[in-house]
C-alpha cells in the first residue's frame, strides 16, 4: 500500500515540474523581463507553527497529538506557476509512554501549483523519529552456506524497526496572501527505512500558520 501511495505522488509531482517547464518557457509575444524582477531575489523564507496527529502500525502504538515547528525556502514563489519549495523542521507529540525521546526532525522538497492564493502540494520528506518506540519482530534469515546434512538453513532472528523514515506529504489546503501562510488538513503517508515496508507511519496536520521572513 505505501509503495503505490509513493508511486502515486511520485507520479503527480513529475506531472507539475513538466508542467512548470512548459509554462516556463518564453513566447515570442512576451516583453524583455524587467530588471527590477531580475534584482528581487527568487527566494521567500517561511517559518510555521501547527497541530497534528501521528500514528503508526507499530504494535501497541497509540495515538500521538502534538505541534511541529517548520521552516521552508518557497523557491520563486511569485514567477512561476509551480514554485518548488524546501523544508526542514521538528514534530513533538504525547503522550510521553512508548516514545524513545518525544520528537522528530525531518527535511524534505515538494511542489506546489499557484491558483491565486491556493497553494496545493506535494512533497516528500526524509526524518529521525522518536515518536515510537521501535518494535521487536522475529525474521527468518537464510543460513550462507549449507548444514551438516546438505541442506540449505534458516534461522530466526529478532529485527528491530528503524527510526528513520520516508513519506510521502500532501497539503492540499494551502494557502498564501502576501506575507501570510496556512494550510490544514495536510496528510503523511510513509514507511520505516528498515526493514523497508514493514511499518505504515500516518500524520495528519489538522492547522499549520506561518508568514514569510
Known sequence: ???????AGA????????????????THAEAPPDRAADVASPLQHVVSAGALVSWTSLTGSPLRYGGVVQYDIE???SGSRYPLRAFTG?????????????????????????????????????????????EQRMAMTQILGERRDGREGFIEQAESSSP??????????????GAFRVSAGEV???TGLAPAGTVLRLAFTVLRLGGAL
Open 1 to 7: 500500500m505505501a509503495v503505490r501511495l509513493f508511486a
Open 11 to 26: 507520479a503527480l509531482a513529475a506531472w507539475l515540474v513538466a508542467s512548470s517547464a512548459r509554462a516556463d518557457e518564453p
Open 75 to 77: 523557491i520563486d514563489s
Open 90 to 134: 521538528m514534530r513533538g507529540a504525547g503522550p510521553l509512554g512508548g516514545a524513545l525521546v518525544p520528537v522528530e526532525l525531518f527535511a524534505g522538497g515538494g511542489i506546489a501549483a499557484a491558483f491565486g492564493p491556493w497553494r496545493p502540494g506535494v512533497g516528500l520528506e526524509l526524518g529521525l523519529t522518536g515518536l515510537h518506540r521501535p
Open 164 to 177: 528513520c523514515y520516508l513519506q510521502f506529504d500532501a497539503s492540499p489546503l494551502a494557502f498564501a496572501a
Open 188 to 190: 503523511g503517508v510513509g
